[in-house]
């Protein structure tokens, strides 16, 4: 069974301030793929990142940048000198390969991060 | 332009009365699948679609049904609604080459009320 824990609930923060958001996940499969997606208040969901199990390189795009850890089933996203546009709720997401069964996404709870001036 | 579209965006219903909502790619994916947005819970999948005449079961199946008979479209079908049923719902399709899960692309969601 695949599980993604976001501990954090709600987060606020400061403009400018970096801020971490955590994602644990648990899964049984040996190739799995970890994602990133972003709702704004609009509603909409927006596809950020997708990383695969077999790659641990550290990502940066920007103010963002991920750091995927397998000794932690961790896969933690990180905002720096946050913006208020930045202001949404944050979800991690877990699928194995794509064989039946194994298609599932599974979504972790959230994060809501709320960036004030 | 690149979408998924869900009709409708907005739906107030009352228990037991059918109905069905749609969902619809223009992106030739062959993945397809259906989402439930709940306070504190999460998206939570319904079902999904590796191609056309191809479904399966998410995590929370239970009250709804779902057909693929074309790739584009593949809508939700709730026999009879119940309260709990009430939601947030997404559609999202994707590539699916191989065994690889590409990115999702998401609808813009149809907000349920079953009273």
């Known amino acids: 069974a695949q599980k993604v824990t976001q501990a954090q609930t709600e987060i606020s923060v400061v403009e400018k301030e970096d801020v971490t958001l955590d994602c644990v996940y648990e899964?049984?499969?040996?190739?799995?793929?970890l994602f990133w997606y972003k709702q704004p208040p609009s509603g909409e969901l927006v596809f950020l990142i997708r990383?695969?199990?077999?790659?641990?390189q550290n990502e940066i795009s920007g103010r963002y940048s991920w750091n995927f850890q397998k000794s932690t089933s961790s896969f933690n996203f990180t905002i720096t000198a946050s913006q208020v546009v930045d202001s949404a709720v944050y979800f991690c997401?877990?699928?194995?390969?794509?064989?039946?069964?194994?298609?599932?996404?599974?979504f972790g709870t959230g994060t809501r991060l709320q960036v004030t001036l | 332009e690149a979408q998924v579209t869900q009709n409708p965006r907005y739906l107030i219903t009352v228990t037991g009365k059918k109905l069905t909502v749609t969902c619809s790619q223009n992106?030739?994916?062959?993945?397809m699948s259906w989402y439930r947005q709940d306070p504190g819970l999460g998206l939570r999948q319904i079902y999904y679609?590796?191609?056309?005449?191809?479904?399966d079961k998410g995590d929370v199946p239970e009250g709804y049904k779902v057909s693929r008979k074309e790739k584009r479209n593949f809508p939700l079908i709730l026999e009879s609604p119940s309260p709990n049923q009430t939601s947030l719902y997404f559609c999202?399709?994707?590539?699916?080459?191989?065994?690889?899960?590409?990115?999702?692309?998401f609808g813009p969601g149809t907000r349920l009320t079953v009273t």
């Open positions: 899964t049984r499969d040996t190739t799995y793929y």
């Open positions: 997401a877990l699928s194995g390969h794509y064989t039946g069964t194994a298609s599932k996404l599974t």
């Open positions: 990383r695969n199990s077999f790659d641990e």
């Open positions: 992106m030739n994916h062959e993945y």
């Open positions: 999202a399709s994707s590539l699916a080459s191989g065994t690889i899960p590409y990115e999702q692309y």
């Open positions: 679609s590796m191609n056309v005449e191809v479904t």
